[in-house]
Nanobody, 115 residues
Framework: QVQLVESGGGSVQAGGSLRLSCAAS?????MAWFRQAPGQERERVAA???????SYADSVKGRFTISRDNPEDILYLQMNSLKPEDTAMYYC????????????WGRGTQVTVSS
Protein backbone atom coordinates (compact mmCIF):
# COMPACT_ATOMS: atom_id res chain seq x y z
CA GLN A 1 0.00 0.00 0.00
CA VAL A 2 1.14 3.53 -0.75
CA GLN A 3 -0.04 6.67 0.98
CA LEU A 4 0.04 9.93 -0.94
CA VAL A 5 -0.46 13.31 0.72
CA GLU A 6 -0.80 16.48 -1.33
CA SER A 7 -0.12 20.02 -0.15
CA GLY A 8 0.49 23.46 -1.58
CA GLY A 9 -2.90 24.36 -2.98
CA GLY A 10 -4.49 27.73 -2.41
CA SER A 11 -5.98 30.80 -4.01
CA VAL A 12 -4.06 32.91 -6.49
CA GLN A 13 -4.79 35.54 -9.09
CA ALA A 14 -4.50 34.81 -12.78
CA GLY A 15 -0.89 34.92 -13.91
CA GLY A 16 0.37 33.75 -10.54
CA SER A 17 2.19 30.59 -9.53
CA LEU A 18 1.79 27.72 -7.10
CA ARG A 19 3.83 24.63 -6.34
CA LEU A 20 2.05 21.49 -5.31
CA SER A 21 3.79 18.74 -3.37
CA CYS A 22 2.94 15.08 -2.94
CA ALA A 23 4.64 13.09 -0.22
CA ALA A 24 4.72 9.34 -0.90
CA SER A 25 5.14 6.67 1.75
CA UNK A 26 6.98 4.46 -0.77
CA UNK A 27 8.85 5.18 -3.98
CA UNK A 28 6.88 4.59 -7.16
CA UNK A 29 8.28 4.87 -10.66
CA UNK A 30 5.03 5.94 -12.27
CA MET A 31 3.34 8.98 -10.78
CA ALA A 32 1.06 11.71 -12.03
CA TRP A 33 -1.01 14.75 -11.19
CA PHE A 34 -4.69 14.81 -12.04
CA ARG A 35 -7.30 17.51 -11.60
CA GLN A 36 -11.06 17.65 -11.51
CA ALA A 37 -13.28 20.69 -11.58
CA PRO A 38 -16.94 20.54 -10.50
CA GLY A 39 -19.08 18.98 -13.20
CA GLN A 40 -16.09 18.02 -15.31
CA GLU A 41 -14.24 14.78 -15.94
CA ARG A 42 -10.97 14.08 -14.23
CA GLU A 43 -7.99 15.09 -16.36
CA ARG A 44 -4.42 13.88 -16.18
CA VAL A 45 -2.38 17.05 -16.06
CA ALA A 46 1.15 15.68 -15.96
CA ALA A 47 2.88 12.34 -15.54
CA UNK A 48 6.38 11.23 -14.68
CA UNK A 49 7.48 7.87 -15.98
CA UNK A 50 10.71 6.14 -15.07
CA UNK A 51 11.66 5.52 -18.71
CA UNK A 52 9.65 8.00 -20.76
CA UNK A 53 10.15 11.00 -18.54
CA UNK A 54 7.61 13.80 -18.20
CA SER A 55 4.45 14.27 -20.23
CA TYR A 56 1.78 16.97 -20.07
CA ALA A 57 -1.76 17.69 -21.11
CA ASP A 58 -1.92 20.20 -23.96
CA SER A 59 -3.79 22.59 -21.71
CA VAL A 60 -0.78 23.01 -19.38
CA LYS A 61 2.23 22.53 -21.66
CA GLY A 62 4.78 25.27 -21.20
CA ARG A 63 3.18 26.41 -17.93
CA PHE A 64 3.38 23.39 -15.59
CA THR A 65 6.42 21.32 -14.68
CA ILE A 66 6.35 17.94 -12.94
CA SER A 67 9.41 16.79 -11.00
CA ARG A 68 10.40 14.67 -8.06
CA ASP A 69 12.85 14.71 -5.19
CA ASN A 70 13.92 11.09 -5.13
CA PRO A 71 15.61 10.89 -1.75
CA GLU A 72 12.56 12.41 -0.12
CA ASP A 73 9.97 10.64 -2.31
CA ILE A 74 8.20 13.93 -3.01
CA LEU A 75 6.48 14.69 -6.31
CA TYR A 76 6.07 18.32 -7.31
CA LEU A 77 3.92 20.24 -9.75
CA GLN A 78 5.16 23.75 -10.45
CA MET A 79 2.32 25.76 -11.94
CA ASN A 80 3.08 29.09 -13.59
CA SER A 81 0.95 31.56 -15.54
CA LEU A 82 -2.16 30.19 -13.88
CA LYS A 83 -5.52 30.77 -15.51
CA PRO A 84 -9.04 30.70 -14.04
CA GLU A 85 -9.66 27.49 -15.98
CA ASP A 86 -6.93 25.81 -13.92
CA THR A 87 -9.24 25.99 -10.92
CA ALA A 88 -9.83 22.44 -9.70
CA MET A 89 -9.05 19.86 -7.05
CA TYR A 90 -5.60 18.48 -7.80
CA TYR A 91 -4.75 14.87 -7.00
CA CYS A 92 -1.49 12.97 -6.84
CA UNK A 93 -1.62 9.39 -8.13
CA UNK A 94 0.72 6.44 -8.60
CA UNK A 95 0.66 3.06 -10.30
CA UNK A 96 2.82 -0.02 -10.27
CA UNK A 97 3.59 -0.13 -13.98
CA UNK A 98 3.69 1.99 -17.13
CA UNK A 99 0.13 1.10 -18.17
CA UNK A 100 -3.26 0.61 -16.60
CA UNK A 101 -5.10 2.26 -13.79
CA UNK A 102 -3.55 4.45 -11.14
CA UNK A 103 -4.16 2.40 -8.02
CA UNK A 104 -3.00 4.89 -5.41
CA TRP A 105 -4.51 8.31 -4.84
CA GLY A 106 -4.16 11.20 -2.45
CA ARG A 107 -7.09 13.15 -1.07
CA GLY A 108 -6.39 16.21 -3.17
CA THR A 109 -5.57 19.86 -2.71
CA GLN A 110 -7.72 22.72 -3.98
CA VAL A 111 -6.37 25.28 -6.43
CA THR A 112 -8.46 28.37 -7.12
CA VAL A 113 -7.43 30.95 -9.68
CA SER A 114 -9.31 34.23 -9.81
CA SER A 115 -9.44 36.59 -12.77
Amino acid sequence: QVQLVESGGGSVQAGGSLRLSCAASRYKYYMAWFRQAPGQERERVAALDRFVGASYADSVKGRFTISRDNPEDILYLQMNSLKPEDTAMYYCAARDGPYGEYAYWGRGTQVTVSS
